[in-house]
Nanobody, 126 residues
Framework: QVQLQESGPGLVKPSQTLSLTCTVSGGSITTYSYYWSWIRQPPGKGLEWMGAISGSGSIYYSPSLKSRTSISRDTSKNQFTLQLSSVTTEDTAVYYC??????????????????WGQGTQVTVSS
């Protein structure tokens, strides 16, 4: 079955760029019928969809984060990445990568997605 695994630094300083990678196994990120998303959950708050890349390579961003977010992929490694620039303490959250057959921009729970990684904690602190 498809498995997703997030990786990246757990601590980022304010004003720096947060970079995370999602490594996918058991399925190709170029499959046209799927969207590969980044989602986060700040402490004590709900899930926030950040953006997605489709199997064809089209990229979609949350309007509220678009100015600071960049999503890309490396098809040779079956990975997709998230970069969030100019981070503040408000960006402290658990970050997830996930797959779905359509864009889910208002997730109620992580299980709204078809499959997802275990999540990785990122703390923004000096």
């Amino acid at each position: 079955q498809v498995q997703l695994q997030e990786s990246g630094p757990g601590l980022v300083k304010p004003s720096q760029t947060l970079s995370l990678t999602c490594t996918v196994s058991g399925g190709s990120i170029t499959t046209y019928s799927y969207y590969w998303s980044w989602i986060r959950q700040p402490p004590g708050k709900g899930l926030e969809w950040m953006g997605a890349i489709s199997g064809s390579g089209s990229i979609y961003y949350s309007p509220s984060l678009k100015s600071r977010t960049s999503i890309s992929r490396d098809t040779s490694k079956n990975q997709f990445t998230l970069q969030l620039s100019s981070v503040t303490t408000e960006d402290t959250a658990v970050y997830y990568c996930a797959r779905s057959p359509r864009i889910i921009a208002r997730p109620a729970r992580i299980s709204d997605y078809e499959c997802w990684g275990q999540g990785t904690q990122v703390t923004v602190s000096s």
